[in-house]
Every structure is written in structure tokens, then in C-alpha cells.
């Protein structure tokens, strides 16, 4: 069966691309990635959630601190009449008209005990906030693979473009000279237009390719908010030149390092906490008390410098009876978690025996590949030495053609694909961020 160009390079470059820009730009694979980092939506809304849970922790640090609150009235009081009880049992109007009060007030109050709920809210708010904070590292390390799978696609295409140009001039040199072969009765008009035919697909092929590149190209700027008229040019040493150490081949490194698997055991943590603060509604609560009174009611009675302190206690009785729900509430959402973590800890497993799975095969591929490029070109100097003498067909011709040109894709996209891979498994096990950024990780 012949195998046409165009099905080649849909099965190889499915899902690349990039660029149709005036001027290209270089840029490094670190480069981007940082500047991923920086300028990314994504980036930006995890930094700013971390920002909200650290203001709610030291907002919940702010309820040990002491109360106090100042207040004063003056009102204006219309034909009030006033009848002063003496000692004597008697009673007595005030010596003037009483058409005032002025009232002051300062209030402290101390927490003492509220059922633990004050240290249990900050321990709440302490772990989510840790939480999110290795939450916004995950969501580096998911920016970080999507700018390398957007790398891989973009030097894949590039090359698979570079790749069936180069085949199209041998193309296009042939039906120059099936043209002439054919206008001296040498070859039949069904050769010239099968070599002109594989002319027309290896061009759908090489549309196709860019089309792709051109998409990709555009999800890698709009990542980086660069200007949509940026074409990046993937330099072979960026990418594919890279030395790959400390291969992960099993998933403990996961389970230490994936911060997404982090964030819900401290999301764990907070959990126990809400559950001793909904027990906390079956203790009473005691603060102490302090204030300053000050009070003038005109030609009636002046107070000053009325200081008090106490101990004050509350306690709702009605808590015994209706807060066990609330701590079922609580102690279910904790089991919610633990349950999450599970599911996410098989899930991790799973990702990690595939990602290695994959980095295993990019490598006996590239393997294979090596060895079928120089088979696929002695195949293709045999045919064509076959051909010119008349002892094989233009299918065939054109057959070994293709499986060259195949060959040669697979060659030249193999090591991409192995570094593809390594940098998934990187990823899948929580340390490709620091692969980009070692010294702040």
C-alpha cells in the first residue's frame, strides 16, 4: 500500500505548530519559562489567593488581641423632670432645668477561653494558607510543562516543515524529469501525474504543518504575553541538547515532591482544626472585663472617673443539644479529604508508571529510528538504481520515497521526544520546577 505524505506527517506532527510572524525571535527554554512564571494569568491568580490566605491568618492572629472600643452621646433633653430619691425616704427635684446628658465610655476585653477556638482558627487558617502556598508552586509546574509541551510542539513542526521542503524540491526536480521522459514516450502520463500528485500532497502537507505551527505558535506568545506578531524560532541546542540526570524510576520522588498531593495534607490538617473549633461550641466562654464610665446629667448627678474590671462568662446551654451536627459537618469534610488524598495518591502512581513507561519507549524508538533512516535510504538507492534501469515500477519509486522521507521525520523528532517525555516525568513527579529555578525551590 502506498503511504502518502500527508498521512505521515498526520501521524507524526498531530498537534504542533506555531507562527506567521515578520521577524523571529530566539528564545530559550529557561527563558520562557520564566518568563511564564511572570507574566502568566495563571501565575497571578496563585500568587494573589496566597496573598488572601495570609491576610485571613493574620486576620484570625488578630482575635487574641484585646478589645476596646470608645463611645460617647450627648443628648438634648426636652421638659425631663426628675425625682431624687434621698435616704430619709423623701424625694426632691433637681435644682435646675434638666436638658442634657453627656455619656462616655472606654470598654476592654480580654479572651481568656473560648474552647480553644481562637489557637484552633489560627491553626485553620495557618494550614491553608500553606495549602495555597504549595498550590501556586503546582500551578508552576503546570505552566512550566505546558511552555515545554508548547517547546516540543513548535520544534517538532519546525522540523517536520524543514524536513518536507527538502523532500518537495526532490519532488518537484522529478516531475521535471517525468515531464521530459514522458514527452519522448519513455514513461506512461500515469507516472507523471502519480510524481505529480505526491508534488501536490507533500504541499497540503507542508500547509498543514505551518497552519499547526502558526496555532501553537500563537498559544506560546499569548502564554507569555508577548506581542501576537512574535514568531519564536526553537534552536536545536535549546531544546533538543540536553543532558538528563537523576531519572526518576519509581514513584517515591512523587509522593515527597508533588505539591498538589502537599497542599490537601495540609488541607488535612485544617480539617482537624475546624473540627476542635465546632467542639469548641461545648465550652463556655470567659474574658475579662475592664472600662471607664463618665456621665453628666445637667443639674442632676455628674459621674467621673468610674472605673471598673470583672470577669465575664457566657455559655449556650443550646449548643449541648444543636452543635453535634456541626461537628459531624466538620468531621465529614475531613473524611472528604482524607478520601481526595487517597484517589489522589493512586492517581499520582498510576501517572508516574506511565510517564516513565513513555520515557522508556521515546528511547527504544529513538533507537529504531536510527538504525531505520539508513535502512529506509539504502532502500531508496536500491529502488531508484532498480527504477532508472527499468526492473521496478514509479509505485515503488515513490513507495521508497516516502518511507524515507518518514524516516527521516521519526530521526529528527526522536530526541525531541525523548526530551519531551523526561521533562513529563520531571513533571509528574514534582520537580520540574526545580529543574527551571534550583536555587529558590
Not at 466538620?330 to 516513565?356: F, G, M, R, W
Not at 515513490?398 to 522521507?405: G, S
Amino acid at each position: 500500500m502506498k503511504i502518502s505524505p500527508l498521512f505521515v506527517f498526520g501521524i507524526l506532527c498531530w498537534g504542533t505548530s506555531t507562527v506567521t510572524a515578520q521577524e523571529k525571535t530566539h528564545l530559550k527554554l529557561e527563558d520562557a519559562v520564566q518568563l511564564a512564571w511572570t507574566k502568566s494569568n495563571e501565575i497571578s491568580l496563585a500568587t494573589t489567593k496566597v496573598a488572601t490566605k495570609k491576610y485571613e491568618l493574620q486576620a484570625s492572629k488578630n482575635n487574641q488581641y484585646p478589645d476596646l472600643k470608645v463611645s460617647g452621646q450627648y443628648q438634648h433633653l426636652t421638659s425631663a423632670k426628675i425625682d431624687m430619691k434621698s435616704n430619709s425616704g423623701g424625694s426632691g427635684l433637681a435644682a435646675g432645668p434638666v436638658d442634657r446628658l453627656m455619656l462616655g465610655q472606654v470598654t476592654a476585653s480580654v479572651p481568656v477561653f473560648a474552647g480553644f477556638k481562637i489557637q484552633n482558627n489560627i491553626d485553620l487558617h495557618d494550614n491553608l494558607y500553606l495549602a495555597e502556598t504549595a498550590n501556586s508552586v503546582q500551578s508552576k509546574e503546570e505552566i512550566a510543562l505546558k511552555v515545554v509541551n508548547y517547546y516540543a510542539s513548535l520544534y517538532k513542526a519546525q522540523k517536520t516543515i524543514e524536513i518536507l521542503k527538502e523532500n518537495q524540491k526532490r519532488a518537484k526536480q522529478r516531475v521535471v524529469d517525468f515531464i521530459d521522459l514522458e514527452k519522448n514516450g519513455i514513461i506512461p502520463r500515469n507516472d507523471l501525474l502519480k510524481s505529480q500528485l505526491q508534488v501536490s500532497k507533500i504541499q497540503l502537507a507542508i500547509d498543514e504543518a505551518t497552519n499547526n505551527l502558526n496555532i501553537v505558535n500563537f498559544y506560546l506568545v499569548n502564554l507569555l504575553k508577548l506581542d501576537t506578531n512574535t514568531q519564536i524560532e526553537i534552536v536545536e541546542q535549546d531544546f533538543v541538547n540536553f543532558q538528563m540526570n537523576n531519572v526518576p524510576t519509581n514513584e517515591q520522588p512523587a509522593l515527597q515532591n508533588r505539591k498538589d498531593l502537599e497542599a490537601l495534607r495540609f488541607q488535612g490538617k485544617a480539617s482537624q482544626s475546624s473540627i476542635k473549633i465546632a467542639k469548641s461550641a461545648y465550652f463556655p466562654t470567659i474574658a475579662i472585663l475592664g472600662g471607664y464610665t463618665a456621665l453628666d446629667l445637667h443639674n442632676v448627678v455628674t459621674v467621673q472617673n468610674a472605673m471598673n474590671i470583672g470577669v465575664g462568662i457566657s455559655y449556650d446551654l443550646t449548643s449541648i443539644l444543636k452543635n453535634g451536627v456541626m461537628v459531624k459537618v466538620a468531621e465529614s469534610k475531613a473524611l472528604e479529604v482524607q478520601n481526595t488524598e487517597a484517589i489522589l495518591t493512586d492517581y499520582i502512581k498510576v501517572q508516574v508508571q506511565k510517564a516513565i513507561e513513555d520515557y522508556q519507549l521515546a528511547i527504544k524508538q529513538d533507537i529504531v529510528y536510527a538504525e531505520a533512516i539508513d535502512q529506509a535510504t539504502e532502500n531508496y538507492r536500491i529502488v531508484k538504481d532498480k527504477y532508472d534501469n527499468g526492473l521496478s515500477n514509479t509505485n515503488d519509486l515513490l513507495e521508497a520515497d516516502v518511507d524515507q522521507l518518514t524516516a527521516k521525520i521519526n530521526k529528527a523528532l526522536g530526541k525531541a521526544n525523548i526530551i519531551q517525555k523526561y521533562y513529563e516525568l520531571l513533571s509528574v513527579t514534582g520537580q520540574l520546577t526545580q529543574t527551571f529555578n534550583p536555587s529558590k525551590i
